[in-house]
Structure formats: C-alpha cells, structure tokens
C-alpha cells in the first residue's frame, strides 16, 4: 500500500508560473524525498528533508514539511518547459522507502 | 544514470518462461533495489540487498528471486512469468540504506 499520496494528480501551467505540489502520509518518518521522472526514464532524486526540518531548498525548488499534519510541500518557482514530468514523494519509514503513486506536471509555453 | 545499466531495454515472453532482469552498477554502492512501476500504483519494492549475497524481500516478491553475487550485480528472476507481471521493472542503488537512490533507465517486461 502507497504510504506517500500526491496531490494533485495532474497539474498544469503556464512557463514562468509556480508550481506547487503536496505529499500526505500516515505514519511517523525518518525522512521524505521527492523524486523527477521524466516520460519513459528512471527517477531522479531531488531533495531529501529530514523528519526534524521544516524546510529546504535547492536552487528553484523548495520543500517544506510539516510533521505535526503529516504532509509535505514541493514549490517549483518560476517553471520552464523542461520542468514537465512526473513527481514522486517517498517517505522513508524504518527500514522501507514507500512511493507515491505521482504528480504529473506540464508546463505549457 | 550513475552508472547503472539495465538489461535488455525491452522484453518479450510468454507466460510461464523464467526470465532474469540484470542490473550492473559501477558506483560500488552498497544497496539495491528492484522496484515494479505500474499506473496508479507509483514504486512497489521487490527485492533488495544490502551486500554480496545479504538480499531481502519487498512488499511485492511473491513470483520473483533475486541474486547479488558481487557488488557490481543484482538480478531479478521471474521464475515462470505470468501476465501479472507485465510492468516496467527499475533498479536503484545507494550508499546509505534507502536516502538518495539512484535509478536505472528500466526494463519494459511485456508477457503475453
């Protein structure tokens, strides 16, 4: 069973617009990761935050966590057209990394 | 993809043939992972190891095997391919136990 539940399924904007993401999950973490994949390639990681941060940030990307309602964020500022993909949150539960089922992202240009 | 190479790219066979899925690293990383991709289930865990030989099961590793003989190799055997089974398969590796994996361009597993 999924662990990890994005939301949206699918988003899409307009180049130059933020895009923002959530993760929802059940259980208490060690950690929560979020991961690219772009159509028909593997997953490539992205950002890993730690069950005792509340934030993150990696060039355009910035990731909160709030462990008290058991969810996370992903913002993509200013998005360009090699943005589109799907996004994957993964948390990290003793010895488990659990996956989400994905956010489709499209930029338009 | 940080050196992880995935063979064959494609696959078709019939249901009820074994079939080995090969991953090849040249990161020396310590674990890896076989994970299942299939619409609207995200990534299900197979199998993984955590040294030559030191392999366990995932949530989904009814019908499949695994082997790590060296730490360059892991490969994942269908015993007797069913339909079910029909999935993209991708293979991850990692330094520290599940943080930062990184993922192999995957194996398209058609069983007809």
């Known amino acids: 069973s999924q662990q990890g539940e994005e939301d949206p399924q699918a988003l899409s904007i307009q180049e130059g617009e933020n895009a923002t993401m959530n993760c929802s999950y059940k259980?208490?973490?060690?950690?929560l990761q979020w991961y690219r994949q772009n159509s028909g390639r593997g997953l490539v990681h992205l950002i890993l935050?730690?069950?005792?941060?509340r934030e993150k940030h990696s060039g355009r990307l910035r990731v909160t966590l709030d462990t008290s309602k058991k969810s996370s964020s992903l913002l993509i500022t200013a998005s360009r057209a090699a943005d589109t993909a799907s996004y994957f949150c993964?948390?990290?539960?003793?010895?488990?990394?659990?996956f989400g089922a994905g956010t489709t992202v499209t930029v338009r240009a | 993809d940080a050196g992880i190479t995935q063979s064959p790219r494609h696959k078709v066979t019939e249901t009820g043939t074994p079939v080995t899925l090969r991953c090849h690293q040249t990161?020396?990383?310590?674990?890896m992972y076989w994970y299942r991709q299939d619409p609207g289930h995200g990534l299900r865990l197979i199998h993984y190891?955590?040294?030559?030989?030191?392999?366990d099961k995932g949530e989904v590793s009814d019908g499949y095997s695994v082997s790590r003989s060296k730490t360059e190799d892991f490969l994942l055997t269908l015993e007797s391919a069913t339909s079910s089974q029909t999935s993209v398969y991708f293979c991850?590796?990692?330094?520290?136990?599940?943080?930062?994996?990184?993922f192999g361009s995957g194996t398209q597993l058609s069983v007809l």
């Open positions: 991850a590796i990692s330094e520290t136990t599940n943080e930062k994996l990184f």
């Open positions: 259980t208490s973490i060690n950690n």
């Open positions: 993964a948390t990290h539960i003793d010895y488990k990394l659990s």
């Open positions: 190891s955590y040294g030559v030989k030191d392999t």
């Open positions: 935050i730690r069950s005792n941060e």
């Open positions: 990161e020396n990383h310590r674990y």
